[in-house]
């Protein structure tokens, strides 16, 4: 009984433009991560969906209720899906937080998995087991199904290690670009990539927008 979940990182925001850590901060979609949306809700038009999940913050909640309206599905909101908590890197961009913070930056860059960001944050690896343990109980609910997932990129950077079999200390050699179309399946055991970062549909999005 193979599940297969489309992952979709969330549109653009500001900080992302910006460089800047959002983490648990609850920033809102850019005018191009609105119209990236709905680009990719409308390349989900034809796609049949069991069910759909995504993180509570509103990043996330924007893209998926796009998508959500196109495929007419409601979304489950799962905290668990929430990005990495950066602690004290939240807000901050990552030059500012290689300058303030050298030590923990060079932990940080390196993907040290034991490594806890001061100020509340997360490892590597406590993150890593709350994403498995969603990914998990979402293919074990919904076995045979296709489920749409949207998230974050830090989630995604562990689903693709996840179904590849990649350490998480190892160097990201993948891209994850906003609003990208991501599959990954499970056959009740094993985990497996299926495609990763389709963005053809995306070039629409820039094309509606006024100056661009």
């Not at 925001?13 to 983490?23: C, F, I, K, V």
């Not at 191009?32 to 913050?57: H, K, M, V």
């Not at 509340?120 to 293919?139: C, K, N, P, T, V």
Request: hydrophobic fraction near 40%; include cysteine.
């Amino acid at each position: 009984m193979t599940t297969r979940i489309c992952l979709v990182r969330h549109g653009e925001t500001a900080w992302n433009a910006e460089r800047r850590l959002q983490g648990h901060i609850d920033i809102p979609l850019n005018d191009i991560g609105l119209a990236q949306a709905r680009a990719t809700a409308a390349s989900l038009t034809n796609q049949s969906f069991e069910a759909a999940y995504a993180s509570d913050l509103l990043r996330a909640r924007q893209t998926a209720d796009a998508i959500a309206a196109r495929c007419t599905l409601q979304p489950a909101i799962d905290a668990r899906l929430r990005e990495r908590h950066y602690g004290v890197f939240q807000a901050l961009t990552y030059d500012e937080a290689r300058a303030r913070f050298p030590e923990d930056y060079q932990h940080f860059e390196s993907r040290d998995p034991e490594f806890v960001f001061p100020g509340g944050g997360e490892s590597l690896r406590q993150f890593a087991a709350r994403i498995h343990e969603a990914l998990h109980d979402i293919a074990t609910r919904h076995q045979g199904g296709t489920v749409l997932v949207v998230t974050h990129g830090g989630v995604l950077d562990v689903a693709h290690r996840l179904a590849t079999g990649k350490p998480l200390e190892t160097p990201r050699d993948f891209t994850i670009p906003n609003a990208a179309l991501n599959w990954i399946e499970r056959d009740g055991v094993d985990w497996r990539l299926i495609a990763w970062a389709e963005q053809r549909h995306l070039k629409s999005a820039l094309d509606e927008l006024p100056n661009t």
